[in-house]
């Protein structure tokens, strides 16, 4: 069996803790892993991380192979679109890829921002479901309703299929309204669409040549197109001719698309818990409570609160007197919203990125494939930054056309190369980059190397980089 992990994502729902560069699957919501691992080691016991498949944003491609190197993962495993399309073409292309190898294997599906509780029976779920897949249908997994929620996709389910741990399926349901949600759940036949699905590989691809034929007519040429990336992580990327094809596939879900309109459909319900993590309220339902019903995170005093969502980092956040409240806080944003109104937070974000507001795209800390930096401060004509680089890692050869710049190494060594020359510095030692030169930041030494850089110009954008080389194939 093979899985496919889709972590798409734009980074909209749980603001400002995910961002566009860096959307939710990618941090952690409940727990030290990410929601990214957390799916990784749900699937373990089942799948093998050789038979793991990551397909993922181009933007997102080097930070997911990070974050899944220690599972072994092997990059070339991980394919990268170049804009995000939705389930189907995502779904396809992988299918695809997969059949040139064993294409009467079972293929699931599992999207990477969600969380599953009752691990074990999961698994159980899964194996069953494994089962159906190879007589040839598609498999949902069904999650039996625990709330009337009006924030998921239902699934009705029809007769038994002969091993009765399987039904047909009667139908799919868009999200409810409320009084509907109810009945849903009172009926008993009712189920949450999970987003994970069983098939064989050979199967999806016959129903998305029958049901969505302009995609399949596109496949064979896509999966043509898909080569090992250059730099450090080697991980598929389409040429610049099956990028342009990709970006004119129409965006359509695996559900709409195929699901809703195959009839070859079967569903095996799961009883676990389940949460898509749609929006910061769910976190009541992945959390811990207090006595008044709040989600507070470390370093919250409160006083007369309760039923409200209260997540910050390392500053202090004092709450007096709120009920029903989500406050959020990070280093550059502060996020307060009525609780009943989480899911508009994807409204605001989308007002935010047409007024160009940069807090949209990234956080003050921006991870890089060598470290990370934060910007300390920035001023018309100046720009404050601590990098931190990684032990054998180093950033891009390159100038700037609009700036000059200064480092001073706070800790570990780093060795700069200037205009052909390679200068080693250690702590407290400092250097000028003028403008217009080719210049290289490196880290020889084997602890992590913290400089901090003043930028000083008419225009201090990241996009003043010309690149000459590059580790990770950046251009």
């Known amino acids: 069996m093979y899985a496919v992990i889709l972590a798409g994502g734009s980074g909209t729902r749980f603001w400002p803790k995910s961002r566009e560069l860096f959307p939710k699957q990618l941090i952690t919501i409940a727990g030290a892993k990410t929601m990214l691992q957390n799916t990784v080691e749900r699937i373990l016991p089942l799948v093998p991380i050789e038979s793991i498949y990551v397909v993922t944003n181009e933007l997102h491609a080097v930070e997911t192979c990070k974050q899944l190197a220690e599972y072994g993962f092997n990059p070339g495993r991980l394919i990268a679109e170049p804009a995000g399309r939705n389930t189907a073409p995502a779904t396809a292309l992988a299918a695809k890829i997969l059949s040139r190898k064993t294409p009467e294997a079972v293929m699931g599906v599992f999207p990477a921002d969600h969380i599953v509780e009752d691990g074990d029976a999961f698994l159980k779920t899964l194996r069953e479901a494994e089962t159906v897949a190879l007589r040839g249908y598609l498999v949902t997994i069904g999650i039996k309703p625990t709330r009337p ?117 079967a569903l095996v319900p799961a009883s676990v818990r389940w949460s898509d993590v749609g929006s910061w309220n769910a976190l009541e339902e992945v959390s811990a409570k207090d006595a008044s019903g709040n989600v507070f995170s470390r370093n919250v005093v409160s006083l007369d609160c309760s039923g409200s969502i209260v997540q910050g980092n390392d500053r202090l956040i004092a709450a007096v007197g709120i009920k029903n409240i989500v406050v959020v806080d990070t280093p550059d944003a502060l ?141």
């Open 335 to 475: 996020l307060v919203c009525e609780k009943n109104r989480s899911q508009d937070v994807r409204r605001l974000v989308e007002k935010m990125k047409k007024e160009c507001r940069p807090e949209t795209q990234v956080h003050a800390t921006v991870l890089k494939p060598w470290g990370s930096y934060t910007v300390l401060e920035k001023r018309e004509s100046y720009l404050l930054k601590r990098i931190e680089v990684l032990p054998g890692e180093k950033l891009s050869l390159q100038s700037h056309r609009h700036r000059s710049e200064h480092w001073l190494v706070v800790s570990g060594s780093a060795e700069v190369e200037l205009d052909g020359r390679k200068i080693p510095l250690v702590r407290n030692q400092s250097i000028d980059i003028p403008l217009g030169s080719k210049h290289r930041l490196g880290n020889p030494g084997d602890a992590p190397l913290t400089i901090i850089e003043t930028q000083i110009g008419e225009t201090l954008e990241e996009d003043d980089i010309v690149r000459y080389e590059d580790l990770y194939g950046r251009s």
């Open 149 to 265: 929620e009006t924030g998921y996709g239902y699934i009705k389910k029809g007769p038994p299929l002969d091993n009765g741990g399987s039904f047909q399926v009667e139908r799919f349901v868009e999200k409810p309204d409320l009084p509907s949600a109810q009945q849903f759940l009172e009926h008993n036949g009712y189920f949450w669409n999970s987003g994970v699905f069983l098939w064989k590989v050979s199967t999806i691809l016959e129903e998305i040549k029958l049901l969505l034929p302009e995609l399949d007519a596109c496949l064979k040429t896509l999966a043509s197109t898909v080569a090992e990336s250059k730099g450090k992580y080697s991980y598929r990327v389409l040429s610049a001719k099956g990028k342009e094809l990709y970006n004119s596939i129409a965006s359509i879900s695996i559900d709409y698309g195929i699901m809703e309109k195959s009839r070859r459909v």
